[in-house]
């Protein structure tokens, strides 16, 4: 919801900006009617793209409006589709992956991405009748990754070090913080495939997501051009007013917004 949240703040500051235009070169004093009309105009369709134009009887608004639905439409059915393959794949983790030895408890993204990576996770305390956690050692796994990480941190990587090494402390602190517990385990091992399968899944979730977020941009630029589409109108009376998109080469991809009024340059 957050980009959601990014469009609408997009709008309304822009909105501010046509609320409260700059004064036009050489004039003192207030904003006349027809100007006010105008800022009015183009608030209206930045909120809702086409709505200033059918305000003015400009048929074209139904247009924005179209694309504003469809738009919105897509969003909405690629969050959901997102979300049903969420479900796919945290359900196929705890069927063919998971080891459930307790009551399921759904992660993080982070930990099935995880799980994409890794066949095992290894066990979290390798000896359950001792104090404290014994840590997996085998660096084919999740978890004894972890542990030979902290021990070349903390212990000098020293494999026979224990309880009365200074950093040992330090090292269990690390192991516990970034291993998984009993709760999350798994091991693909038994489910020749399983594995492929639910990296794929989460892809498909990935994509859909992604998507949804892409189609944010298009919102964002519908509500932008409709609403300068308005104010380039109001400005120009009853000339046509044309507004094209052109794409300039950079890193980041950005988009130049350019507006015609009748025969002005």
Excluded: C
């Amino acid at each position: 919801m957050r980009s959601v949240r990014t469009v609408t703040f997009a709008v309304l500051a822009v909105g501010g900006a046509l609320v409260h235009p700059p004064p036009a070169a050489g004039q003192s004093g207030p904003p006349s009617i027809d100007e006010r009309a105008r800022a009015a105009n183009s608030l209206l369709s930045l909120a809702l793209p086409g709505a200033g134009q059918l305000r003015k009887g400009q048929a074209r608004g139904w247009a924005y409006l179209a694309a504003e639905a469809v738009a919105w439409g897509f969003w909405v059915e690629r969050r959901h589709r997102g979300a049903e393959l969420r479900d796919r794949y945290r359900d196929l983790a705890w069927e063919r992956g998971r080891i459930q030895s307790t009551t399921r408890v759904d992660a993080s993204f982070g930990y099935y991405e995880t799980l994409t990576k890794w066949t095992r996770s290894g066990a979290f305390d390798t000896d359950a009748t001792r104090d404290g956690v014994q840590p997996e050692t085998d660096p084919a796994t999740f978890n004894g990754s972890i542990w030979s990480l902290a021990r070349g941190l903390f212990l000098a990587g020293n494999a026979s070090a224990d309880e009365r090494d200074p950093g040992w402390d330090r090292a269990l602190s690390y192991y516990r913080e970034r291993a998984y517990d009993d709760r999350f385990l798994w091991d693909w091992s038994q489910a020749p495939g399983a594995q492929q399968e639910f990296a794929d899944v989460i892809d498909a979730s990935d994509e859909r997501f992604r998507q949804a977020t892409n189609v944010l941009g298009v919102v964002l630029a519908n509500h932008l051009i409709s609403g300068a589409d308005a104010f380039l109108s109001g400005r120009a009376g009853d000339a046509i007013a044309s507004l094209r998109l052109h794409p300039v080469e950079t890193e980041a991809g950005r988009w130049l917004l350019t507006g015609r009024v009748g025969g002005l340059p």
